[in-house]
């Protein structure tokens, strides 16, 4: 272990028996060694932990590549960071508990095999998920946030520091959600455990405009939100070919009839496995209900509701994120500005949000476009698309944007999940800032959140009559 990881560690000392003496457990039971990790954690989408899009952590939550992180050249000055960062694990929505519960009572009564684990399933394992969890942040989703704050902090020295810190050059935001407010507290707790502050209290703004945009935008919410079409692939899809074929596995994994296994129920197997995993570590026993090629189906289901709903399959969902497009180039502005001709008032954002946060920010920025829709008829053709969340918004997904002042100007780099990635049609990993500008100017010029989310009025008329 890394002497930085003991330092952190040793400051959290219940953490650290709680690690300990999990791991003993384990040692002590698990003679039959199964993997710890499921065969189906890559394919959770947006349920995926973030430790399996940077597996380097399975082992060192703290571990920073710098050599990644690097300015780009030596002569490189950071002068701000803005990160744009999903709350960590949570629970599952009351609505998906209702699944997870319906699959559980079925197989509990109907399901008959000579397999361990469906024994594990109706013997040992108990409902355990209430419905008033409904999506709250876990403790694992609080360490998620309090390790990231770290890792950035050992990634961004100059700016992540405890004098801008103290000195309130770092600024924090958050979504209303208690899962994302209960984030950024954590994120700072991170911080002041790492500095080791004691006795301040820190602030945080509450700013729905900017991280729930998609709730503010009425044109999204009529078009996309609370239309039924706007999603019909997915709905497609759920009847196709390839979702019959993972009802069938499934069927005659559990022998209960075919008719009884819905898609519904299909995706509760995948939840329970998935949650199961994400908050207590565990390879439970529902893991055994789909396989790998089972996954990639349900994968694509989940990532063909987040194109629809969130990303390039309706036009809306990009331009609902203009205002925070143009919040983050404003920061940037004003950091290059103030470097050049004054003192520099804020080193670091912190803006905590939401899945539904990132994906249209991202798509209106370009990333990850595929050169056709995802449809429910090409699932095979779409087997190496760009469009796959489980990479893109794990729990804890991070965007950095950190503006660097070199010989010959600013630039910008741009990090997805602490990885450096070079801007859409542009190989260049630390563009000059002004170029990114050019490149974006005609979201800079344009873009306009009232223009694009407003309904037009002849709609409020018919309504009122
Ligand atoms: C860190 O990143 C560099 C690329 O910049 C890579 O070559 C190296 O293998 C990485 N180190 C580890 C431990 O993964
Ligand atoms: C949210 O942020 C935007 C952009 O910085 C600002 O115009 C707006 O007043 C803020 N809203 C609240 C409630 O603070
Ligand atoms: C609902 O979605 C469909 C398919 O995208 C679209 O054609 C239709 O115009 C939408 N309805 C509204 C009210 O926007
Ligand atoms: C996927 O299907 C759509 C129509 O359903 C089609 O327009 C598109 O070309 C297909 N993509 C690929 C990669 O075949």
Not at 129 to 145: H, S
Request: hydrophobic share 40%; glycine share 4%.
């Amino acid at each position: 272990m890394k002497s930085s990881t003991l330092q952190f560690l040793s400051r959290n000392r219940p953490f650290v028996i709680a690690t300990l003496s999990m791991i003993m457990f384990r040692a002590s039971y698990c003679k039959f060694t199964k993997p710890t990790i499921p065969a189906i954690a890559p394919y959770f989408g947006t349920k995926c932990r973030y430790e399996e899009v940077n597996p380097l952590l399975r082992d060192d939550i703290l571990f920073v590549n710098k050599s990644l992180m690097a300015p780009p050249s030596p002569d490189c000055r950071a002068v701000h960071l803005v990160a744009v960062i999903r709350h960590g694990t949570r629970f599952p929505t009351a609505k998906n508990i209702k699944k997870m519960a319906r699959l559980y009572d079925l197989v509990k009564a109907e399901a008959t095999s000579a397999d361990w684990w469906l024994e594990d399933i109706q013997r040992k394992w108990r409902m355990w998920y209430t419905e008033e969890m409904d999506g709250k942040l876990v403790k694992k989703g609080k360490n998620d946030l309090r390790h990231l704050a770290v890792r950035l902090a050992k990634s961004f020295p100059s700016l992540i520091s405890k004098e801008n810190l103290l000195g309130e050059r770092m600024e924090f935001m958050t979504s209303s959600k208690h899962r994302c407010v209960d984030s950024i507290k954590a994120f700072q707790e991170g911080l002041h455990k790492y500095w080791d502050v004691k006795g301040v209290d820190f602030k945080h703004s509450v700013n729905d405009s900017l991280m729930r945009f998609f709730d503010q935008c009425k044109r999204f919410v009529e078009a996309v939100e609370n239309n039924k079409t706007a999603l019909k692939e997915v709905e497609i899809f759920k009847s196709s070919k390839e979702m019959d074929a993972v009802r069938r596995r499934m069927a005659s994994r559990l022998q209960i009839p075919y008719s009884q296994i819905t898609s519904d129920l299909v995706e509760a197997a995948f939840f329970l496995c998935s949650y199961e995993f994400a908050i207590k570590s565990e390879n439970s026993a529902w893991c055994n209900l789909l396989d790998e090629s089972d996954a990639e189906v349900l994968e694509y289901k989940n990532d063909l509701k987040q194109y629809w709903k969130r990303g390039y399959g309706h036009d809306i969902n990009r331009k609902s994120s203009c205002s925070l497009f143009h919040d983050l180039f404003r920061r940037l502005d004003q950091a290059s500005y103030d470097y050049r001709f004054g003192e520099l008032a804020k080193a670091v954002t912190i803006q905590v949000g939401h899945a539904e946060t990132l994906l249209p920010l991202l798509s209106l920025m370009g990333f990850f476009r595929d050169e056709s829709p995802l449809t429910a008829e090409n699932f095979s053709l779409q087997h190496g698309r760009k469009f796959r969340t489980s990479g893109i918004v794990p729990y804890a997904a991070n965007l950095l944007f950190v503006l660097y002042e070199c010989s010959d100007g600013f630039r910008l780099q741009f990090f997805l999940n602490e990885k450096p990635m070079s801007f859409p049609n542009i190989n260049h990993p630390a563009l000059l800032y002004e170029a990114v500008r050019n490149q974006y100017s005609y979201l800079l010029d344009g873009c306009d959140f009232k223009k694009e989310c407003e309904l037009p009025k002849v709609t409020f008329k018919k309504t009122e009559l």
